[in-house]
Nanobody, 124 residues
Framework: VQLQASGGGLVQPGGSLRLSCTASGFTVDYHNIGWFRQVPGKEREGVSCIRRTDGSTDYADSVKGRFTISRDNAKNTVYLQMNNLKPEDTAVYYC??????????????????WGQGTQVTVSS
């Protein structure tokens, strides 16, 4: 089981980025997949998750209306489209997979496989 996160970078406030999480060793639509972020000294925060059961999605309040999670089953990839980025979005972003039985939300301790993280920096 592997998850490869990519797409991070440096962007100005108001800009956009699209993160990709490409999975191998399992099928993304059989598991909840989540995006999380972390800054030094703070706990890992759930940003957005997509459920295996019906594709329903959850978002942190801080990103609602700006971020969109989506899934491409043919490419076995989950995306996070991030628009209108703000300096407070700066963090290392991780994608993760929950066990197949889990159908809840973006609770980090419920996710068992993690990608390596990709840095997102929002700065002028």
């Amino acid at each position: 089981v592997q998850l490869q996160a990519s797409g991070g970078g440096l962007v100005q406030p108001g800009g956009s980025l699209r993160l990709s999480c490409t999975a191998s060793g399992f099928t993304v639509d059989y598991h909840n997949i989540g995006w999380f972020r972390q800054v030094p000294g703070k706990e890992r925060e759930g940003v957005s998750c997509i459920r295996r059961t019906d594709g329903s999605t959850d978002y942190a309040d801080s990103v609602k209306g700006r971020f969109t999670i989506s899934r491409d089953n043919a490419k076995n990839t989950v995306y996070l489209q991030m628009n209108n980025l703000k300096p407070e979005d700066t963090a290392v972003y991780y994608c993760a997979r929950a066990p197949r039985y889990y159908s809840g939300g973006c609770v980090a301790r419920r996710y068992d496989y993690w990608g390596q993280g990709t840095q997102v920096t929002v700065s002028s």
